[in-house]
């Protein structure tokens, strides 16, 4: 019975891994809108920002020397901090000045983070479980962030009633890792992995919802925006 529990755990842990790879990879179609543009508009930073440092946390986590055989934690984790890296450095190459700068010191202040952190809990806990206890309460901090760090975009989709800046696939598979996780979580109970991805299951289905309720009025706004761009100024753009 502790076999198969063991094969299904790793079974739904590559599950999580292939969905949290698309949840990472779900924002190409954004970033290469910004790169189009030369310009991240009303993008925001903060979910990058967060998952990038989110992601440096749960690699902490699952090595061996703080949450022995988590192997499948570090893969995926490893993986979307390089992407973190790559949607971040955009953003500081197509902000503005001075949004770069905050974006640039939040960083730092990220890696200086993670780096204390790791040379603290290494050097001066002497246990697997207390290195497990302490890395695990801030990743629940930390994924909690990440999971509501979208939370001002969908209070811009309630005031805009638009979903233009809310992109679809990153809510999608926002849920989608949120369940498979807490699916994972569940199989051999770690309450540093279910708490935060439970949380994270409901607000990304309220995003899908959000969505789904404003998609048709972001539909009839990006008509009128064209319809006024084919008319001209003040609608005598036609005119010979």
């Keep these: ?30 970033f290469y ?51 973190e890296v790559v ?3 955009l953003f500081l190459l197509y902000s503005e000045k001075k949004k770069r700068i905050k974006i ?8 200086i983070f993670l780096v204390s952190l790791a040379i603290f809990v290494l050097t001066l806990v002497q246990t697997h479980k207390k290195r497990s206890t302490i ?4 990743c629940i901090v930390g994924n909690i962030l990440m999971y509501a760090s979208p ?15 809310m992109p679809f696939f990153l809510s999608l598979f926002s849920f ?17 992995i279910l708490v935060p991805n439970s949380m994270g299951t409901a607000l990304g289905l309220a995003q899908l919802l959000l969505y789904g309720i404003y998609y048709k009025s972001t539909k009839r706004q990006n008509a009128e925006r064209q319809a006024q761009i084919e008319m001209g100024p003040k609608g005598v753009g036609l005119v010979g």
């Design 1 to 30: 019975m502790v076999f198969n529990k063991e094969i299904a755990r790793f079974a739904v842990g590559v599950i999580g891994n292939i969905i949290a790879l698309i949840l990472f990879l779900s924002p190409l179609p954004t």
């Design 33 to 83: 809108r910004i790169w189009k543009k030369k310009s991240v508009e009303q993008f925001s930073p903060f979910p990058y920002l967060a998952t990038f440092v989110n992601c440096g946390l749960w690699v902490l986590y699952g090595i061996p020397l703080v949450h022995p055989h988590s192997i499948l934690v570090v893969t995926i984790n490893g993986t979307g901090f390089g992407i």
């Design 87 to 89: 949607y971040l450095m």
């Design 104 to 111: 640039f010191l939040i960083i730092i202040s990220e890696i």
């Design 135 to 138: 890395v695990g309460s801030i």
């Design 151 to 165: 939370l001002a975009i969908m209070k811009l989709v309630i005031t805009s009633k638009s979903v233009e800046f």
């Design 176 to 192: 989608l890792n949120g369940v498979s996780w807490t699916a994972y979580a569940l199989i051999r109970l770690d309450a540093f």
